[in-house]
């Protein structure tokens, strides 16, 4: 599968990013809800590990989520996820999701991508699994560009998180208890290569165009659209952009306008 090629390039471009950082810095806390890069990376490689689990089959997946469902109502997902990697942090840590990206990528690689494969929700694709963990190695990986004060060079594997944010139009709604207004608005994309990328029926009414990144970025709640030069025409589209999330568990509340970006202080 091309996403599993697509998912290690990602991995290897944040761990580009990560490779100079000392002990220390894995603690400071970036502008995700305040999680700091040791969290993030364990987040990151608990979740690989647990995909991992579910080409194993339903019964290997089940009773890892058993050790995790009744943990998290008492301590909260980030204590379990350091518990469970039995504290690992900073370099250890790094070393650690290093080599295990690497045995995710090749475990996918080989496999018929419609596998139908075990999750927390309904089941999936081992495609749509694989192309999950780059959109969440993406999305966390962008709180850490961003408070390292690095500008992001995107790829067109941005893509496969485009693909998933438009087929969660529907879903997005859904999952906030709200009728899905039809039509769904036609997507007018630049990738990074500058070629366009069109998606659903060509409309005046409802659109959402600009750069493939913007729309990423909006999808995965890592800024606010009012932060990015992307645009909402037609009332689908402007509230679809306003609460747009596609990764799953319940609603979350996009970011404030001004609260993600860049940052300046961390540039050197």
């Known amino acids: ?100 990206y690497g045995e995710t990528a090749n475990l996918f690689a080989p496999v018929d991508p419609s596998t139908r494969v075990k999750w927390a929700g309904p089941s999936m694709s081992a495609r749509s699994s694989i192309t999950a963990r780059l959109m969440e190695t993406w999305a966390h990986g962008q709180a850490i560009y961003d408070m390292l004060g690095i500008e992001r060079q995107n790829t067109d594997r941005i893509r496969n998180i485009v693909v998933i944010g438009v087929n969660t139009y529907g879903w997005t709604f859904k999952n906030r208890g709200e009728d899905v207004p039809e039509p769904a608005p036609f997507v007018r994309l630049t990738a990074p290569s500058g070629a366009i990328w069109d998606f659903g029926a060509e409309s005046a009414a409802e659109r959402i165009e600009g750069p493939a990144e913007a729309f990423s970025q909006v999808v995965t709640q890592t800024r606010n659209i009012l932060d990015t030069t992307l645009k909402a025409t037609g009332p689908n589209a402007t509230r679809w952009m306003a609460i747009a999330q596609c990764f799953a568990g319940p609603p979350e509340t996009p970011p404030a306008p001004g609260t993600r970006a860049v940052s300046t202080a961390g540039k050197t």
């Open 1 to 100: 599968m091309q996403q599993a090629e697509d998912f290690r390039a990602e991995c290897k471009a944040l761990q580009t990013i990560l490779d100079p950082l000392a002990e220390g810095d894995f603690d400071r806390p970036t502008g995700f809800k305040g999680w700091t890069i040791n969290e993030i990376l364990r987040h990151l490689h608990v979740w690989n590990r647990v995909a991992d689990q579910s080409l194993k089959g339903a019964d290997t997946f089940d009773d890892f989520m058993q050790q995790v469902l009744p943990h998290i109502p008492k301590h909260g997902l980030r204590a379990f996820e350091r518990d469970w990697l039995g504290g690992l942090s900073g370099r250890a840590l790094l070393a650690a999701w290093e080599s295990g």
